[in-house]
């Protein structure tokens, strides 16, 4: 696709952005538009009941990590998405927690320490509350490749019983494929972010097809 959107500068920041949009769609009144069907087969992917549900979406929200490195104390994080599933009376029914990643992996035990600043956060008042505890869920999205040690980190079971569900950019192509397998893809922003999704996965196993002093620097990590 030419003068594809995401292409200038798709960073982690702006995929969040991406993220919460498609998340919001849930809110639509319009039950038949596209980013509405879409929305709902991307949150049922992470496990997430969109039946009769509103969601409000924060971002990079703030989280007590309580963690000591050298001399410094580092007191606190950020989750890449923090989203609100709410009933029909407005109270919270569901949390989803997304760690997003493109070019990078996980760091500095993000998996473990993010679980446990969730759980502990004040205002989300869920440690303690097993239906609470239940319904939380922790999803890592990783485009391009994962390594194994990776997606084994992030499917360890952490305290509660938690871990993180790990959705790759093919299983989110999987939902384009069955969303608009009998209509035509006609939403702009939706088609803009199925090429690029297109494009990195070409763009990672291209060393498969590429001379290897042609190899670019996601050749590489593809290959190995």
Request: aromatic share 12%; proline share 0%.
């Amino acid at each position: 696709m030419e003068n594809n959107i995401f292409d200038i500068n798709m960073s982690e920041l702006v995929h969040d952005n991406i993220l919460s949009w498609i998340i919001r769609g849930i809110n639509s009144s319009d039950r038949e538009s596209l980013l509405y069907q879409f929305s709902v087969k991307f949150l049922r992917l992470m496990d997430i009941d969109t039946k009769n549900t509103k969601v409000i979406v924060k971002q990079q929200y703030k989280i007590d990590l309580g963690i000591k490195k050298g001399n410094e104390r580092r007191s606190s994080g950020y989750v890449d998405i923090l989203a609100r599933f709410l009933n029909d009376k407005g109270d919270v029914e569901q949390y989803l927690v997304i760690e997003d990643k493109i070019y990078t992996e996980e760091h500095d035990d993000q998996f473990s320490r993010y679980i446990k600043g969730i759980l502990d956060d004040k205002d989300l008042n869920i440690r303690g509350n097993e239906e609470k505890v239940k319904n939380t869920h922790f999803v890592y999205i990783k485009l391009g490749k994962i390594s194994n040690a990776s997606k084994e980190k992030a499917e360890t079971i952490y305290e509660n019983n938690k871990s993180w569900k790990v959705i790759s950019s093919k299983e989110i192509l999987k939902i384009f494929t069955d969303t608009f397998q009998r209509k035509p893809l006609n939403d702009s922003v939706l088609m803009c972010y199925k090429e690029f999704l297109i494009d990195l996965e070409e763009n990672y196993n291209s060393f498969s097809k590429t001379e290897l002093d042609k190899w670019s620097e996601h050749s590489i990590f593809g290959f190995f």
